[in-house]
């Protein structure tokens, strides 16, 4: 089988085992039998769609590529990916909560906010925290927090995680 995957998720296809892949910004038919996609991305071929945005999606996506290539990681073989990413580790399966509320302008940052132990509220909130491209959308003035958005930080789902964790955090 031949996969084929985006330049976001390609981090994801390596960790997995996966040795044999192409990279392609927009897989199409002709560049393999298989593609791994954000789940946000729409393919006009055989697709697996993956979310990459929290420690924990981070995880399933690794496991779920290896069993997709034929190489199924155990457990600790992935958790040993997180070692230098301590945010991530704390992350990983963990439940948070914190007296914290917040509107969020995405759904993709709906997902890290919900992992840091954010109360989502859309009317009585402390905070604003939108991605960087929606940035003229936002119709608050104060206490704003722009978190940088795919295309603006690493391909490397950790330290894009890593990041997005630290900002969040310095809201508790």
Do not use: W
């Amino acid at each position: 089988m031949k996969i084929v995957t985006t330049p976001m998720c390609e981090e994801i296809v390596k960790l997995a085992g996966v040795k044999n892949y192409a990279v392609n910004k927009f897989p199409q038919k002709q560049d393999g039998d298989l593609a791994i996609i954000l789940s946000e991305s729409k393919m006009d071929m055989k697709a697996v769609a993956i979310k990459i945005n929290t420690s924990t999606q981070i995880f399933q996506s690794i496991m779920l590529v290896s069993k997709i290539a034929g190489s199924e990681l155990a457990d600790e073989e992935i958790f040993e990916y997180f070692g230098d990413y301590p945010l991530c580790t704390k992350y990983l399966n963990s439940a948070y909560s914190h007296d914290v509320r917040v509107r969020v302008y995405s759904e993709f940052l709906k997902d890290i906010v919900s992992d840091v132990g954010f109360v989502i509220d859309s009317d009585d909130f402390d905070y604003v925290i939108y991605p960087d491209y929606l940035k003229r959308k936002v119709i608050e003035s104060e206490n704003l927090v722009e978190v940088p958005s795919h295309n603006a930080v690493s391909k490397n789902p950790f330290v894009k995680a890593e990041l997005r964790y630290s900002i969040l955090e310095n809201l508790i």
